[in-house]
């Protein structure tokens, strides 16, 4: 999942009227349709991984009222299950059992350089994080705190949350969250 920003640099309003992808993994939605002049908005778009490995492209495709680009086509690369040489989540995953109150997640820096990290949930997130940033330090690592929300009904939730590692060259890394409650 990714939030990508769209600003309205005209001087009328900006209606988004359609958001096509490439394919039934990848799915899109404008949070607000209409951007006045000088405002944003934010696409989110989630990409089902499951049954895909690699390198792979995909694009999403956003309509508008703009006359001079009715359709904007925004395209993104993903690298999926190969494992990044400098950094590292662990686990890569969490699985929350009802007795689960919460879980840590350490970040390591397997690097000769810091590293500033950026962790991003989703704003309906069903779990919350005690950090939104931390620095890590060559071959150390960072401990963030991921606890579930307490008011969620039984059944099972799945999410995930994304790490930007601000190394050179970037990375981010997914790391899947399901909860279970009965």
Not at 104 to 116: D, Q, V
Not at 119 to 145: C, H, M, N, T, Y
Not at 154 to 173: C, E, H, K, L, W
């Amino acid at each position: 999942m990714h939030y990508y920003e769209v600003q309205n640099s005209g001087d009328e309003n900006l209606y988004i009227t359609d958001i096509g992808t490439s394919c039934d993994c990848t799915h899109a939605r404008a949070i607000d349709t209409l951007i006045p002049p000088g405002g944003t908005s934010k696409i989110k778009v989630n990409f089902s991984t499951k049954n895909y490995y690699g390198k792979n492209t995909r694009t999403v495709a956003i309509s508008s009222n703009d006359p001079d680009t009715p359709t904007f086509n925004l395209e993104f690369l993903s690298l999926i299950g190969a494992l990044p040489k400098n950094v590292e989540a662990v686990p890569n995953a969490l699985f929350f059992l009802p007795p689960h109150k919460e879980k840590e997640i350490k970040l390591l820096n397997k690097s000769g350089s810091p590293i500033e990290t950026i962790i991003a949930l989703e704003p309906d997130s069903i779990f919350s994080i005690d950090k939104k940033e931390a620095r890590v330090e060559p071959g150390q690592f960072a401990v963030l705190k991921v606890v579930p929300r307490d008011n969620l009904k039984p059944g099972t939730y799945q999410s995930s949350f994304t790490v930007d590692f601000m190394a050179n060259p970037p990375i981010r890394i997914t790391v899947p969250v399901k909860i279970v409650r009965y």
